[in-house]
């Protein structure tokens, strides 16, 4: 299954499906292509790296989000792409958009969703002082963070952590699980019902 991933930042979470792939673990899903909303990001030059085609759809130099997202979905179209990860993408998807793609697009959020959505996840955790927070890869619905939830990886609050401690343990569980839904996914190995999704077990391997 041809994956684009969507970008906007630093893309650690783009190098650990990059990664993933290089060592097999990222299969049947393969990384189609990169698209940034922003250009000259970190995550474009990590996908170049990788010799992935690295793409810029700059929303500033579209008046609405229809006609970013149809720039988007040319893009998408060109690289034969079916499915969708949202890694660090900080723009807001339309329902059509979501439609096009329904049940194939995956976001990796830094919270242990339903709690703290949105953008400043790991701070409000933190200051909310929760005793264990950690991320979530979640199918995206027309909601904010709010789509029916795929794999979770829970992180202790330790007393000595800060905000940053915080924010670089879900890091590091984030690269875990976002590649491991991607390859789920493209196994067909994730059922979903309603808000419940469910892993269909791996077809057993004869001797
Ligand atoms: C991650 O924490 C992700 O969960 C959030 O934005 C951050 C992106 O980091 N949505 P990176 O660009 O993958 O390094």
Redesign the pocket.
Known sequence: MRFAVL?????????ALLDAEANGALAPAEIACVVSNRPSV??LARARAARKPALTVDHKLFPAREPFEDALLGVLAEHAVEAVV?????RILTPRFIDRFADRIL????SLLPSFPGVD??REAFEHGVKLTG?TVHFVDAGLDGGAIVLQAAVPVADDDTVESL?AK??ER?HEILPRAVALLAAGRIERDGRRVRLKPAPAVLP
């Open positions: 970008v906007s930042g630093t893309g650690t979470n783009l190098q970190g995550a949202l890694a660090g993408f900080m976001n990796i959020h830094p996840a790991q991320a924010r879900i890091l984030e």
